[in-house]
């Protein structure tokens, strides 16, 4: 009789165990708010340049935007961050001013490039896959409430 009762109570533990496994794993470790910063140098004669916004990251997608959309000037950043840290990121966006870009190609033109890099702990960074070179860097923003 003994055996019998505690059968069900060792395989209610078990679920119960497997089940806080599964709610930890689909919480992702860099969902929260990162400053961000995007620089890209002089390059065959635009000037450099230097962007600093917020990002969220929500369930591993992160979003981040500098600018009023439509505008130009505006930048929006947008891709996965696995569990791991890679990023898979694409930047588009509004030319703001032709003397900051490649061919001084006309403000409000679009232009778009992806963005590989990884997260460690509380910070990231990453490089343009296409074009002129820029980086990107990421800083966890901690709330008083978090530290």
């Known amino acids: 009789m003994r055996y019998a009762v505690s059968l069900p109570l060792s395989l209610i533990v078990t679920l119960a165990i497997a089940s806080g496994a599964q709610e930890r794993k689909d919480i992702h470790p860099f969902d929260g708010t990162w400053d961000t910063i995007l620089s890209c140098t002089n390059n ?5 340049y230097s962007d600093r916004f917020r990002s969220e990251i929500k369930e ?6 500098h600018g009023t ?17 890679d990023m898979e990121l694409y930047a588009n966006g509004l030319v703001g001013a032709a003397a900051y870009a490649v061919g001084r190609i006309p403000a409000g033109t679009e232009y778009g490039y992806h963005i590989e890099g990884r997260f460690i702990d509380d910070e990231g960074k990453g490089k343009r ?6 980086e990107v860097t990421f800083a966890r923003v901690r709330t008083k409430d978090k530290d």
């Open 44 to 48: 065959s004669g635009a000037y450099g």
């Open 60 to 65: 591993g997608m992160l979003h981040g935007e």
């Open 69 to 85: 959309k439509g505008q130009p000037g505006w930048l929006e950043i947008n891709g996965k961050i696995k569990l791991d840290g």
């Open 129 to 134: 896959v296409e074009g002129r070179p820029c």
